[in-house]
């Protein structure tokens, strides 16, 4: 089975404050993908990579960045963080054979910015 | 560029009886159309999908949906459905060609009455 993990389930910090959300996937998938997800909205793609090192901007990229420094890895990174930045995260891997890949996802991060 | 237009917000349905679910797309190329699952307090899930050939697609749980060219549809239907199917359910589709992202609809909230 593939499995997602995201380091955090919760997480509460400031405004201002330099946020690290990491999630790693164990089938050696080439894509992963950010998203965050607000009631009414859906999910939405902030970045995603298709290979270590890359990474392509999503729809809503705005205040966020990512790393890519192995396979199995991509961290989202929010330099100064916001109270519109509180929301559920959501990190997806799928193995980029081909299009129409299933993407599988984690469990969510539930960030909360004061 | 394409979208994905999930009218219904909330269905409420009695346990035991169908249910269908509308998704609708709009997009100048093919697309790839999925539809995926969140259980309270977790990830999605792949409930099904379409890339090509039959229209009518059967999923995991008893769901299936039906690929409608002309009506540019993708409605998810189950003939009776259970408490554990209480969920809420995201519509998405891709391109069939250049990357993998999805765009996704802004979700329906299945509640079922006992």
């Known amino acids: 089975d593939v499995k997602v993990t995201q380091s955090s389930r919760y997480l509460v910090k400031r405004t201002g404050e330099k946020v690290f959300l990491e999630c790693v996937q164990d089938m050696d998938h080439e894509n992963m993908f950010w998203y965050r997800q607000d009631p009414g909205l859906g999910l939405r793609l902030i970045y995603f990579?298709?290979?270590?090192?890359?990474?392509e901007k999503g729809d809503i990229p705005e205040g966020y960045s990512v790393s890519r420094e192995k396979k199995e890895r991509f961290s989202l990174i929010l330099e100064s963080a916001s109270t519109n930045q509180t929301s559920m995260y959501l990190c997806?891997?799928?193995?980029?054979?081909?299009?129409?890949?299933?993407?599988?996802f984690g469990p969510g991060t539930r960030l909360t910015v004061l | 560029a394409q979208s994905v237009t999930q009218l219904d917000s909330q269905v409420p349905v009695f346990e035991e009886a169908p249910v269908e679910l509308r998704c609708n797309y709009s997009s100048s190329v093919s697309v790839y159309l999925f539809w995926y699952v969140q259980y309270p307090n977790q990830g999605l899930q792949l409930l099904l999908k379409?890339?090509?050939?039959?229209?009518l697609v059967k999923g995991i749980n008893g769901f299936e949906a039906e690929f409608n060219k002309s009506q540019t549809s993708f409605h998810l239907r189950k003939p009776s459905v259970h408490i554990s199917d209480t969920a809420e359910y995201f519509c998405?589709?891709?391109?069939?060609?250049?990357?993998?992202?999805?765009?996704f609809g802004t979700g329906t909230r299945l509640t079922i009455i006992p």
């Open positions: 379409y890339l090509s050939g039959s229209t």
């Open positions: 997806a891997s799928s193995p980029g054979t081909s299009l129409g890949d299933t993407q599988y």
């Open positions: 998405a589709a891709s391109s069939n060609f250049g990357n993998e992202k999805l765009t």
């Open positions: 990579s298709y290979d270590v090192k890359m990474k």
